[in-house]
């Protein structure tokens, strides 16, 4: 079976972001991304989280074909791969539809600077792509062309793409991002939120260069 390890982490990975509460139903998907091989581990299209198998993941190269497995791949391939060619040092991409990213993404609205933590994202604020129909080339490319230099890009009444180092990274992101989503819906709510100036994210993003346990 190829990349075993890496279809059993996905398998793993989904249903944290069920549990999350980022992926409801079968929607979202995961991605990993080997580039010595050239191919991407990735999650099927329309399978619950917890009904899939490691052999349900398929594995496919950066043009979709198909290296290995039964499943048809996810819909959004196109974006995972895309990612991939914009990004060298992703080596994952988990896309969520998470409630206050997705409210957010609604109202058109990017993700600003309500709290530090935005700096993980290695950006000022989390940019906000406009709306194109799913499992497109187009979304793929627009996705890429707003994402820019963050590591992290909002889709217009869509949802959340992040992508990292590592499976665990892309997930942590999306946590991490669907909690700072939550806390700009809630202050604009209540009124008119304080945003972090410029030098005040980019101190944030210089700390998280040294953050955790590298």
């Known amino acids: 079976m190829l990349m075993r390890a890496e279809r059993e982490a996905l398998v793993d990975y ?37 009904e899939t198998c490691p052999e349900d993941i398929v594995i496919t190269d950066l043009s979709g074909n198909i290296a290995d497995g039964g499943r048809r791949p996810s819909s959004e391939l196109n974006l ?34 309500v709290h530090f933590m935005i700096g ?9 792509a406009p709306y194109v129909t799913f499992g497109t080339q187009e979304l793929a490319e627009t996705a890429v062309r707003f994402c820019g230099g963050s590591k992290a890009v909002l889709l217009a009444n869509h949802g959340l793409v992040t992508c990292g180092g590592s499976l665990a990274d892309a ?20 009124g008119s939120p ?21």
Do not use: W
């Not at 994202?121 to 906000?128: G, K």
């Not at 909690?179 to 209540?190: I, K, P, S």
């Not at 304080?194 to 590298?214: H, P, T, W």
């Open 14 to 50: 989904g249903k944290k972001l069920s549990l999350a509460g980022l992926c409801p139903g079968t929607s979202g998907n995961l991605s990993v991304y080997d580039p010595d091989s050239g191919l991407m581990a990735i999650t099927p299209s329309g399978l619950n989280y917890f």
């Open 80 to 113: 995972h791969a895309a990612f991939y060619r914009a990004k060298p040092e992703a080596r994952s991409v988990v896309h969520t539809h998470s409630v206050f990213c997705t409210t957010l993404g609604i109202l058109g609205e990017p993700i600003r600077a």
């Open 120 to 128: 993980a994202a290695n950006s000022r604020e989390i940019p906000l």
């Open 171 to 190: 997930f942590e992101l999306a946590v991490t991002l669907e909690y700072v989503a939550q806390l700009q819906y809630r202050a604009r709510c209540a």
């Open 194 to 214: 304080n945003v972090l100036d410029d030098e005040q994210v980019d101190a944030a993003i210089e700390r998280f260069r040294s953050y955790g346990q590298k």
